[in-house]
C-alpha cells in the first residue's frame, strides 16, 4: 500500500487549497483514510478521517466547517479541501491509512495486528 499527498504550497490568510491523497495497492473493502497535520513546534494532529464502511465524515473541532474531505473511487484519491486558511494552519499535511480524530480512532489494518500506512507530507504555508 502506497499513499500520495499532493496539492500543498503557499495560500495567504483566507485562501483555499486543495490536497490530494492518491492511494495505490490497497484492496481492502472496507478502509479508513486520514489526514494529519504536524506544525512547527507542534504535535502531529488528526484533522480529517473518510470511513468507506458507510462513507462517513469526520472532522477535528480545529478545522470543522473550514476543512472537507471527499473521495474520488475511480482516481483511487483521497481530497482534503482547506478553505478558510489562517497562518495556524501551517503545517505538513500527511494521509493514512488510519484516523484519529479527537480522541476517536479508526484503523484500516490494525484488526489484523498490521501497522497502518503514511504517505510522506505536502507542506502547507499560510502568510501575507
Known amino acids: 500500500v502506497q499513499l500520495q499527498a499532493s496539492g500543498g504550497g503557499l495560500v495567504q490568510p483566507g485562501g483555499s487549497l486543495r490536497l490530494s491523497c492518491e492511494v495505490s495497492?490497497?484492496?481492502?473493502?472496507?478502509?479508513?483514510i486520514g489526514w494529519f497535520r504536524q506544525g512547527p513546534g507542534k504535535e502531529r494532529e488528526g484533522i480529517s478521517c473518510?470511513?468507506?464502511?458507510?462513507?462517513?465524515?469526520h472532522y477535528a473541532y480545529s478545522v470543522r466547517d473550514r476543512f472537507t474531505i471527499s473521495r474520488d473511487g475511480a482516481k483511487n484519491t483521497v481530497y482534503l479541501q482547506l478553505n478558510s486558511l489562517q497562518p495556524e494552519d501551517t503545517a505538513n499535511y500527511y494521509c493514512?491509512?488510519?484516523?484519529?480524530?479527537?480522541?476517536?480512532?479508526?484503523?484500516?489494518?490494525?484488526?489484523?495486528?498490521?501497522?497502518?500506512?503514511w504517505g510522506k507530507g505536502t507542506q502547507v504555508t499560510v502568510s501575507s
Open positions: 493514512a491509512t488510519e484516523c484519529k480524530i479527537d480522541g476517536s480512532s479508526w484503523s484500516t489494518f490494525g484488526y489484523l495486528g498490521r501497522m497502518d500506512y
Open positions: 473518510f470511513s468507506s464502511s458507510d462513507e462517513s465524515t
Open positions: 495497492g490497497l484492496t481492502e473493502r472496507y478502509y479508513n
